[in-house]
């Protein structure tokens, strides 16, 4: 599927540029922008919470992410 502002050119050298990297490339470079994914949430819940430390707000992202019955699995009460 190529997006309304990829020019069809650009598209394809994506689509080229993709395939090079092969599947472990691909995992990879998934796995580093779900990490920077990640890091943006938690530093913007750092800043509109500057009280909280990295642990507090990734305890944040992890409720906002799994909802709270799992998240309290990983960080019961009181932790």
Request: proline letters at 5%.
């Amino acid at each position: 599927m190529t997006e309304r502002d990829t020019t069809p050119e650009a598209a394809r050298a994506q689509q080229e540029a993709l395939r090079r990297l092969g599947p472990e490339g691909r995992l990879r470079a998934a796995l580093e922008m779900s990490q920077a994914a990640q890091d943006l949430a938690i530093a913007g819940l750092r800043r509109w919470h500057p009280e909280w430390d990295l642990e507090r707000a990734r305890q944040e992202l992890a409720r906002r992410t799994w909802g709270d019955a799992l998240a309290s699995r990983v960080w019961p009460a009181g932790q």
